[in-house]
């Protein structure tokens, strides 16, 4: 879950009141625009994504425009974006027009969780407006924080001076950057960057201003839910089928998804983070989705989470794989119970389609569970192969693959052909 | 920041070495103990541990939790478990996510000798866990997870935290020199399993859990290694995420402490560079230079050598990493021989893939093809044993207020039954119904004769039995309460047992001798084990009733395995000259088991169900019998419930017709009648019909007495509510000249009657309100407290099946008259809008045009008139009380409908 721009950002900075770049959104009529211009003399006109989305200035979808021609030309081919980072690529939905704000200094600040700390840092450098990690470390600075004090006015004043930064700058920049720490603890952030903070004069003072946002919140912490964002800009991160699964998301895990590639072929029950790391790995592009339902699902969990899986994904899947290794807690009978149940259930309304079922785990009820599967894939004439722990997990997956290669090329065709033949005599 | 530092760390870590990780010397108490994951998983821990858990924390509760070696005792709070004098220095907290922080505050502030905390919770903020790491950094408190599974020291078998090992945990966590650390709870205690196969066991192994905070990371797990004598190398497994990793390699070669034993790493996760949201672990998310590349590349570089490959087996002193955990075994072997180090105990197997079921329907070809394996033990016998049960397992649970066959669906009020509404149902006759209720997928149409025929014998009755009847009707009871005499008598009669002994004799046999439809030739063993336990020397009681059975059982086509075994078992008996014992029985349990076999495969229904299912029947049968409501003057009474074979072949919707309002139906009232028992089936698990079968059951009864417990909890206001209807039709309709009601030219103005009954009821009202209680009696079936409030209120129910019979070409005039009625009382202004006329009308209106020309010729009187629109009722509702009682059977615990004493009241 993560926001970027001053569209969203900007309510998360008013929070504790940090000074933020005006701005007016792709709804703005021309005149607004205009008067926006006259005011400020530049606009830095952005592209807004729902969602993080990093790297805009790279990509060359930020534009400095300083008459309404270049503006409206600015919005006109910025409204609707396309822009790809990572494997990823997302269109814009409208932009934002920020005043420009002349500045001396730009700043980077950011607040994130560090493994080499074991807590917050927060890293600030006078060299900002650039890729952080482009900087030598002489100019940036990275300092611990005490989570129950937060960010102490001394320790910015010390990283600044370490980093360079002219003297004048600095009291305005203590004055406004501990808020942030508020921002970030209280409201559930796992990571918040500004990037530039231009210091604008403002009559005898220096006022630092944040000119782009980036946050990443805490699944797991209900207190980003204060914020008052709308729903949508979380809801486009996630497919339908992920939608609904999310909906019987607890603390107790056992239902994380993650929709890999729509067009592939096997719906797989992972179970265990380990073997969602591992399955998914193994299994690439023939994955529909990544999941982890590890945990000990009740029964009805898991029966609704089945019955969600097949209802978006057993007529376009070939192959049903369950996969695991030897589980510590989870009760196999009882989750293998939920996606038979479902699965004879869905097809009895759906009509017969033969998934070729793999599965390998190992656990507590192993046996019983596999023999509850076995029965209804019997009555359903769904073919089978069914592994135990004494068997790698790895090696399972390569052969599931296999065969749903060969199901899909020449196996489930011939199979239906031949009962047909079979229901005709 | 100032804080505590242990050399050679710049952080608190308060262990030297692994040995003293976890120990039997160690003192547990567990937080959240009570837990549903705690009380499945916290005893296993203190059996295996040798009884180290002194304390359990269960907010607001005392208790104790039982294990096999004594229980635990469970106190409110730490506070509590310290004034109690109870010592301890490790806590588990097993608290929801939201709670964590606040608990390791507990146990930090009131127990200054805590050493370590594990946390098993899952998805605990990254802010608390931030928290948890300040608080025990600043109470030199070592922390484990969260997410993680705990730690297990195999040498001195113990287990503290999560569920390592599983319910078995000797079994997999064998004693040897490897000490694994593991991102994965589950890869934890699989990799254990795999070293296994390969001869190694384990020293000491750790879940850390794979949160955005990993607080027991590498860098101190591999210092503790180094100084464990037990340890001789280290498996690892990572995932991407955090720069853990790094620092520990980093130090080692910095020399910030110094390790030289060997490490198998497994990296997996690259293909979460690009994702934005965790799956699975929670920190499993790479930043930029911590992906699963970045990972493998440090591992690499550490050891100097590519990732391991099976056929070269190249590794370096240091150690190798492996690309999955399959390579771990190999690894470790080709490792130890570089260091010159023997595995700990000869190797049990490998991990090559090993086939335990597979189907026989689909031939794959030969390079996919693969045997079926014997399983290891114990794992063998038990696919033995568990492949001879059959049918549906539920979970027992408290079933009082909850069902797993009915509900009232909130948002369209209609009830539905096994995921069919009534509506659906009030299509359908009574037989399937019955059928469907039990098994719940409707009859295949070749069972349906055989259900006619099992239903219909069942109604052949000692018709002195009806004498009883006869009284209680002089005495003035209801239907319910004449009916549930009869059927408190049936008890667990001969017949039904000794049916449901056979029951189990034939699915036995099918299991143990792994038959099914395709089995061709029977083994010699099970036709010793047949006439050992079934065929006997003396002759069998012969009825006209068993031979028919015998000859219907003997020349059935019918592909199923239950009917094959039997007619081989007739065979059989034929052949050596021998008798079925209790043939009678012996054959009712066949048609049942060989109806029902297939749900039961299917996991629909449960085994014992299908035991049953005979007891099922003949009670359904014998409501109906019994139910007779004239029989001196009704003509086809004898032929149903005499001896003789007649009727047997019929419809038992049409017999149940006949039985109530002794004639022939038409087809026109055969859809009246099935729609009318389809709607009353159910009303979900609140009524009190459904209440009374399920608390009997909750009694432990026979099925009967469940019957009794339905009948007995109906009444003039639960079934019997068509009295008043009746009663008010008639009222309005004595003047009318109305030969049939079915017949739309009927030339009675029914719009001109409702406006008189309007006006009529208008005037009693206001009369009503004048007198000071001012309660005002409604007119029955109009209006519903969920369909009202518009200006025109429609039940949804009725106009289904009034659309339904509609289309049949089924008229009723009372029907139409109701419908007529709610408009006028809105156009005499007696009613602020226009009231539904509901589903209970329903019922009124088709009972008394099944009725009324003999109402009219006087062959019935109005009380009989109404007793039958009950009886309806009962019959309807026969069907729900089935499916509900078999469900509270198979899922419900003793005495789980009873109120505890903190739920009730006393009033004044």
Redesign the interface.
């Known amino acids: 879950?993560?926001l970027s721009g001053l569209r969203y950002g900007s309510k998360l900075l008013q929070l504790v009141e940090f000074p933020v770049a005006d701005f007016i959104d792709g709804s703005a009529t021309n005149q607004e625009i205009q008067q926006f211009l006259e005011k400020h003399r530049k606009l830095v006109v952005k592209p807004a994504f729902y969602?993080?989305v990093g790297k805009k200035g790279k990509a060359g979808l930020v534009r400095i425009v300083s008459t309404l021609q270049e503006a409206l030309q600015a919005k006109r081919e910025l409204f609707f974006a396309q822009h790809t980072y990572?494997?990823?690529t997302v269109t814009a939905n409208g932009v934002t027009m920020e005043a420009f704000v002349p500045s001396d200094l730009e700043v980077y600040f950011s607040i994130s969780?560090s493994?080499?700390f074991?807590?917050?840092v927060f890293t600030i450098t006078p060299w900002g407006g650039v890729d952080i990690?482009a900087l030598p470390p002489e100019k940036k600075a990275v300092v611990?924080i005490?989570?129950?004090i937060g960010i102490n006015a001394f320790e910015i004043t010390n990283a600044l001076t370490d980093t360079g930064c002219p003297e004048a700058f600095i009291s305005a920049l203590v004055q406004h950057l501990p808020k942030l720490w508020e921002l970030y603890?209280g409201y559930?952030l796992?990571t918040i960057e500004l990037n530039p903070i231009r210091v604008m004069r403002k009559g005898n003072q220096l006022l630092p201003v944040a000119c782009d946002v980036k946050a990443s919140f805490?699944?797991?912490?209900?207190?980003w839910k204060r914020i008052g964002l709308p729903d949508a800009l979380f809801q486009t991160?996630?497919t339908a089928f992920e939608a609904d699964i999310n909906e019987l998301r607890t603390?107790?895990?056992q239902s994380?998804?993650?929709e890999?590639n729509p067009n592939g072929s096997i719906i797989p029950f992972?179970?265990?983070?380990?073997?969602?790391?591992?399955a998914?790995?193994?299994l690439?592009e023939a994955a529909i989705f990544?999941?982890?339902f590890?945990?000990?699902p009740p029964?009805e969990k898991i029966y609704e989470i089945s019955r969600i899986t097949f209802e978006h994904w057993y007529d376009k899947a070939s192959m049903l794989l369950l996969i695991?290794?030897?589980?510590?807690?989870t009760d196999i009978?009882?989750t293998f119970?939920g996606v038979?149940?479902a699965l004879?259930d869905h097809a009895?309304k759906a009509g017969w389609k033969p998934l070729?079922v793999v599965i390998g785990r190992?656990?507590?009820n192993?046996?019983?569970g596999?023999?509850?599967a076995?029965?209804?894939?019997?009555?359903l004439?769904?073919?089978?192969?069914?592994?135990?722990?004494?068997?790698?997990?790895?090696?399972?997956l390569e052969?599931a693959k296999?065969?749903d290669e060969?199901w899909r090329a020449e196996?489930a065709s011939a199979?239906r052909n031949e009962l047909e033949t079979q229901v005709r005599a | 920041?100032r804080r505590l530092k242990t050399k050679p760390f710049p952080?608190y870590v308060g262990l030297h070495s692994l040995e003293e990780l976890v120990t039997r010397e160690h003192r547990v108490c567990v937080m959240n103990i009570l837990g549903s994951?705690s009380r499945?998983?916290t005893p296993v821990s203190h059996e295996y541990s040798g009884g180290n858990i002194v304390a359990g924390v269960q907010y607001g509760r005392r208790g104790t939790l039982e294990t096999k070696i004594g229980n635990i005792p469970v106190y409110r709070s730490i506070r509590e478990v310290m004034e109690k004098g109870i010592t301890f220095d490790m806590g588990v907290v097993y608290i929801?996510?939201?709670g964590v922080c606040k608990a390791v505050s507990e146990l930090v502030t009131h127990n200054e000798a805590l050493k370590r905390i594990v946390i098993v919770?899952?998805?605990?903020?990254?802010?608390?866990s931030?928290?948890i790491?300040?608080l025990c950094q600043e109470a030199g408190v070592d922390v484990i997870g969260a997410n993680c599974?705990g730690m297990a020291n195999a040498w001195d078998r113990v287990r503290i935290g999560?569920?390592?090992?599983?319910?078995h945990p000797e079994e997999?966590l064998v004693k040897g020199s490897i000490a694994i650390h593991?991102?994965?709870?589950?890869?934890t205690?699989?990799m254990a399993?795999?070293l296994r196969?390969a001869g190694f066991g384990i020293s000491t192994a750790v879940s850390s859990g794979?949160d955005?905070?990993?607080?027991f990371?590498l860098p101190e797990f591999l210092y503790a290694a180094q100084n464990d004598p037990r340890t001789k190398a280290v498996v690892i497994?990572v995932?991407p995420?955090?720069?853990?990793e790094k620092?520990a390699l980093d130090w080692i070669k910095d020399r910030v402490f110094g390790f030289t034993k060997p490490i198998i790493a497994c990296v997996?996760?690259?293909?979460?560079?690009?994702?934005?949201?965790?799956?699975?672990?929670?920190g499993?998310l790479s930043g930029?230079g911590?992906d699963a590349e970045g990972k493998e590349r440090w591992f690499d570089d550490y050891f100097g050598v590519d990732v391991f490959d099976p056929k070269t087996c190249k590794v370096s002193k240091r150690g190798v990493r492996v690309s999955?955990?399959?390579y771990i075994p190999d690894a470790v072997k080709a490792v130890f021989e570089k260091i010159d180090e023997k595995p700990d105990f000869p190797s049990t197997?490998d991990?090559?893939?090993?086939?335990?079921?597979?189907?026989t329907?689909?031939k794959?070809?030969p390079?996919?093809d693969?045997p079926i394996v014997l399983?290891?033990a114990p794992?063998d016998r038990?696919?033995v044993e568990?492949?001879k049960?059959?049918g549906a397992?539920y979970?027992r649970q408290n079933m009082a207020c909850k069902s797993g066959a009915s509900r009232m669906n909130p948002e369209t009020q209609v009830s539905e039954l096994h995921g069919k509404t009534v509506l659906d149902l009030s299509r359908r006759t009574l037989e399937e119904n019955l059928y469907f209720a039990l098994a719940k997928?409707m009859p295949e149409k070749s069972d349906i004769p055989t259900l006619n025929l099992i239903l219909n014998l069942f109604m052949k009755i000692d018709e002195r039995r009806m004498n009883l009847i006869d009284v209680g009707r002089a005495n003035g009871c209801t239907p319910n309460a004449y009916l549930a005499s009869q059927i408190a008598l049936v008890g667990d009669k001969e017949l039904l047992a000794k049916s449901r002994g056979h029951a189990r004799f034939i699915i036995d046999l099918i299991r143990e001798f792994m038959l099914d439809e395709h089995t061709k030739t029977f083994p010699p063993e099970l036709d010793a084990y047949v006439q050992e336990h079934l065929l006997r020397s003396e002759p069998s009681r012969k009825t006209d009733v068993s031979e028919l059975l015998f000859k219907e059982v003997k020349k059935s086509k019918k592909s199923c395995v239950a009917l094959k075994v039997c007619q081989h078992i007739i065979d059989l008996a034929e052949e050596r000259g021998l008798e079925i014992r209790d043939t009678y029985e012996f054959l009712l349990a066949t048609i049942a088991v060989c109806v029902l076999w297939?749900p039961m495969?299917?996991?629909?229904i449960s085994r014992q169900l299908v035991e049953d299912s005979v007891t099922y029947f003949y009670l359904m049968s014998r409501i109906v019998a019994y139910s007779v409501v004239d029989r001196e003057h009704n003509p086809h009474w004898k032929k149903l419930v005499d001896q003789k074979l007649s009727n047997l072949n019929h419809s038992f919707t049409e017999n149940a017709f006949k039985v109530l309002f002794g004639r022939v139906p038409t087809p026109s009232d055969l859809l009246e009648l099935q729609t009318l028992l389809g709607l009353t089936i159910t009303n979900g698990p609140g009524t009190l019909s459904a209440k009374g079968a399920k608390e009997s059951v909750s009694a432990r009864n026979d099925i009967s007495m469940a019957f009794v417990g339905f009948l007995a909890n109906t009444g003039r206001a639960h079934g019997g509510n068509g009295y008043e209807a009746i009663a008010f039709l008639v009222e309005q309709f004595k003047d009318a000249v109305l030969p049939d009601p079915g017949d739309p030219d009927h030339g009675v103005d029914l719009q001109q009657m409702a406006n008189r009954a309007a006006r009529a009821y208008g005037a009693y009202k206001k009369q009503a309100q004048e007198v000071e209680d001012g309660a005002v009696k409604p007119i029955p079936c109009i209006n519903h407290p969920v369909f009202r409030g518009n200006k025109i209120n429609v039940d949804p129910r009725e106009q289904f099946v009034s659309g339904m019979l509609a289309e049949k070409g089924v008229y009723n005039a009372f029907w139409e008259f109701y419908r007529h009625l709610v408009k006028e009382l809105y156009a005499e202004g007696v009613t602020k809008n226009v009231f539904c006329v509901n589903v209970d009308a329903v019922l009124s209106v088709i009972t008394l045009k099944l009725v009324w020309k003999d109402l009219q010729a006087g062959r019935i009187n109005l009380r009989q008139v109404q007793e039958l629109a009950f009886t309806l009722f009962l019959f309807g509702r026969t069907v729900g009380a089935s499916a509900e009682i078999a469900d509270h059977r198979d899922r419900g615990l003793d005495m789980d409908c009873r109120t505890p004493e903190s739920e009730l009241s006393y009033v004044l």
């Open positions: 879950m993560q969602g993080g990572g494997n990823k969780s493994s080499e074991r807590g917050p990690e611990e005490d989570p129950f603890d559930g796992t805490d699944q797991d912490n209900p207190a991160e996630t603390y107790q895990g994380d998804v993650l890999m992972m179970f265990g983070g380990g073997a969602n790391s591992a998914t790995e193994t690439g990544s999941s982890d590890g945990g000990n029964y695991g290794g030897k589980a510590n807690n009978y009882v119970k038979f149940d004879r009895s070729y190992g656990g507590p192993v046996v019983k596999m023999f509850y076995k029965d209804i894939l019997d009555r004439r769904f073919p089978y192969k069914v592994f135990g722990h004494d068997t790698s997990m790895i090696l399972t052969y296999r065969l060969w196996g199979y | 920041m952080y994951e499945k998983v929801p996510p939201l919770t899952e998805k605990v903020p990254a802010r608390d931030r928290n790491r300040a599974l999560g569920s390592l090992g599983g319910d997999t593991s991102n994965s709870g589950n890869f205690t699989t399993e795999y196969t794979k955005v905070y990993i607080h990371a497994y995932e995420g955090g720069y853990y620092m997996t996760g690259r293909w979460k560079k690009n994702i934005t949201r965790a799956c699975g672990h929670a499993a930029g911590d999955s955990i399959q197997g991990l090559s893939l090993k086939l335990w079921l597979g189907d329907m689909v794959v070809p390079a996919l693969l399983a290891p794992y038990q696919i568990v492949n049960q059959v397992h979970l997928v297939n495969l299917e996991k629909r």
